[in-house]
């Protein structure tokens, strides 16, 4: 099993900046990509920002322009700078990761950390 322990989440005002982190630990085959994902309440988890160990990354819309996901493979770590925050970016943000646990079928576990709140608010 892979844990994942999301910190940095908080309460911040409208244009300021917060910084997550994601650290995998436990079990670990070979981490490929991880990711950040949100949920705000009533709607549905979207894709914040994803990447792979190589650093090619990929962002959901909203966050191109605002969040810049990064990594750490020596430690298992991904971080997401957020900058210039608005409301609608309140949320739970959960970290994501594939593990590439299975060689032989190329089939890779999936794992979820318990999520941190962020909430933007005057």
């Known amino acids: 099993q892979v844990q994942l322990v999301e910190s940095g989440g908080g309460l911040v005002q409208p244009g300021g900046s917060l910084r997550l982190s994601c650290a995998a630990s436990?079990?670990?085959?070979?981490?490929?990509?991880m990711g950040w994902y949100r949920q705000a309440p009533g709607k549905e988890r979207e894709l914040v920002a994803a990447?792979?160990?190589?650093?090619?990354?990929k962002h959901g819309r909203f966050a191109k322009d605002r969040f810049t996901i990064s990594r750490d493979n020596a430690k298992n770590t991904i971080y997401l700078q957020m900058n210039n925050l608005e409301f609608e970016d309140t949320a739970v943000y959960y970290c994501n990761a594939f593990d590439r646990c299975n060689s032989a079928t190329g089939i890779e576990c999936e794992y979820w950390g318990q999520g941190t709140q962020v909430t933007v608010s005057s």
């Open positions: 436990g079990s670990i085959f070979s981490i490929d990509a």
């Open positions: 990447i792979t160990p190589s650093g090619n990354t």
